[in-house]
């Protein structure tokens, strides 16, 4: 089925620890993005794609890096995890913005991530 | 700058009885408003989408929201709640900044539906 895909859906790191989380899309999306859910907070941007090669920070992206470096594919890096990293992770895409028509985004379906 | 307020972090309904998920927006120029839906352990769903034409917006599984302008609230609605309704509800803006997309999420509302 099209769509976004995440993987791994769950992980525990130890504090400290490294880990990639993948994102693949197979829609022909322009636009890639990551946001963090947290209780009560809603979903919030950590970093952003508007194309391959490209990559821009959002609301909160200290302790984060991604890359782009195909169009169908965005990672998201944590180089040393900490429990305040405690969080469900969600991919999403969308097509570039044409003539003003703002586009709906497309997520995955998470991955759980706990610091210990 | 765009913001979304969801004005109730939990709704409870019984099965059969109308839904009202309130949220209130705030932005400089005419948004395009969203309505997610997101079921427990999964990842959001597009219920509807506001892009300036009709300002009562017809969404999946039944649900609906309106525009309006004067009072700048975009709210969904639900003539009879099902119990698969219950799940998260996020109200989100979006506007084109930096030449990209941008969606801003409102915290959410919980929509508990009791048999």
């Known amino acids: 089925n099209a769509g976004v895909t995440q993987t791994p859906k769950f992980r525990v790191l130890k504090t400290g620890q490294s880990m990639t989380l993948l994102c693949a899309q197979d829609?022909?999306?322009?636009?890639m993005y990551w946001y963090r859910q947290d209780p009560g907070m809603g979903l919030r941007l950590i970093h952003y794609?508007?194309?391959?090669?490209?990559?821009a920070k959002g609301e909160v992206p200290d302790g984060y890096n991604v890359s782009r470096l195909k169009k169908q594919n965005f990672l998201l890096g944590l180089e040393s995890a900490a429990p305040s990293q405690t969080s469900v992770y969600f991919c999403?895409?969308?097509?570039?913005?044409?003539?003003?028509?703002?586009?709906?985004?497309?997520f995955g379906s998470g991955t759980r991530l706990t610091v210990v | 700058a765009q913001s979304v307020t969801q004005l109730d972090s939990h709704v409870s309904v019984s099965e059969g009885t109308p839904v009202l998920l309130r949220c209130n927006y705030s932005?400089?120029?005419?948004?395009?408003l969203f309505w997610y839906v997101q079921h427990p352990n999964k990842g959001l769903q597009l219920l509807l989408k506001?892009?300036?034409?009709?300002?009562l917006v017809k969404g999946i599984n039944g649900f609906e929201a309106e525009f309006k302008k004067s009072e700048t609230s975009f709210h969904l609605t639900k003539p009879s709640a099902h119990m698969s309704d219950a799940a998260e509800y996020f109200c989100?803006?979006?506007?084109?900044?930096?030449?990209?997309?941008?969606?801003?999420f409102g915290a959410g509302t919980r929509l508990a539906v009791h048999p």
């Open positions: 999403a895409s969308s097509y570039g913005t044409r003539q003003g028509t703002v586009y709906g985004y497309t």
């Open positions: 829609m022909n999306h322009e636009y």
């Open positions: 794609s508007v194309g391959e090669g490209t990559t």
């Open positions: 932005s400089s120029y005419s948004p395009s």
């Open positions: 506001y892009t300036s034409a009709a300002t």
């Open positions: 989100v803006v979006s506007s084109i900044s930096g030449g990209y997309n941008k969606l801003i």
